[in-house]
């Protein structure tokens, strides 16, 4: 029988590595992350080649290729709330769990799309476009959030997030989730996915959080864009294969809408050819809404994989088990 090793890939300082080892002192721990990449704004992780057979559990989200000769691997915690990377066949040993971070990163993204939202609302990144070409011009009418129906696809930790910050201001909020029966926090209404092609001609923003399955692929497309109004923003913090790229540049370029904020893309990177780069009405960041971006992020994150440790060492359910 493998004695348990616990490989953690973590930016740990001392203190740090001395509370993970006091939350299960009765299993062996190899710390290999480098404490100085803390403040980077991705967290590189490795597990060394000598520790792939002994490692039974691993923290972090090391390539799958080296998840993959893990052979005695008993769970996998990643620190991306995503754990799409690692579900595919034979990346992790038979009957190894799969647990991620998700609820680290809801105030972090749900804050940048909330950014996003008033930055289109108010033309702002038409004038600091105007600032770079040294141009003052008027860019017309503004909206008001007080005036704005929101609907947010996906009501989890980050589209509560963003709900609660729009309530907060005056926007009225419906959300769709795929049991219309469970509240959110933020939510004023919710709807089951059945009832999109309905809610999208009554909404002024579309906000997407949405995990990236075959039935969130390509959700909003040249259809479902046609039903929007005019003046209808889209914003996605999510995925990017939920939103049609090309057909979202359409759809900017002959008005269909007014404008969109996109953090995540399909393909991503956005290759530099693409249309969408070119739509002043598109506000693009590049996938910077997590990350560590965020202090309060890490630390998020941090508390959950030491409670999940806690857990698995006690035989216990683990937060986030991908099923």
Known sequence: MVEECIVNCLPLTDAEQQSFRSAVPEIHQEFVGDAKQRNDMVWLCHVPQELREKGTVVIGNAPASEIKECKNLK?????????????????????AKLSGASGAYGQAVGE???????????????????????????????????????????????????????????????????????SAPGIDDMHGFEELESLLPQSDVIAMSLPSTPDTRHLINRHTLS?????????????????????????????????????????????????????????????????????????????????????????????????
């Open 227 to 323: 039903l929007m109004k005019p003046n209808a923003i889209v914003l996605n913090v999510g995925r990017g294969d939920a939103i049609d790229s090309d057909a979202l540049a359409a759809a900017l370029h002959d008005k269909t809408i007014q404008a969109a904020g996109i953090d995540v893309t399909e393909p991503e990177p956005l290759p530099e050819d693409h249309p969408l780069w070119n739509e002043p009405n598109c506000l693009i960041t590049p996938h910077v809404a997590g990350g560590s971006h965020l202090e309060a992020t890490s630390r998020k994150v941090l508390s959950i994989v030491l409670e999940n440790m806690k857990r698995y060492a006690a035989g216990e359910p683990l937060l986030n088990e991908s099923k």
């Open 112 to 182: 940048h799309m909330f950014a996003m939202m008033w930055t289109l609302l108010k033309n702002i990144h038409l004038y600091r476009d105007n600032q770079n070409k040294h141009l003052w011009q008027d860019e017309g009418p503004v909206s008001t959030p007080d005036e704005v129906k929101v609907l947010v696809l996906g009501t989890g930790d980050i589209g509560s997030h963003f709900a609660v910050l729009s309530k907060a201001v005056g926007c009225y909020t419906a959300g769709v989730r795929r049991n219309a029966s469970q």
């Open 75 to 95: 769970w996998l915690q990643t620190f991306s709330a995503g754990v799409n990377s690692y579900t595919g066949e034979g990346i992790l040993a038979k009957g």
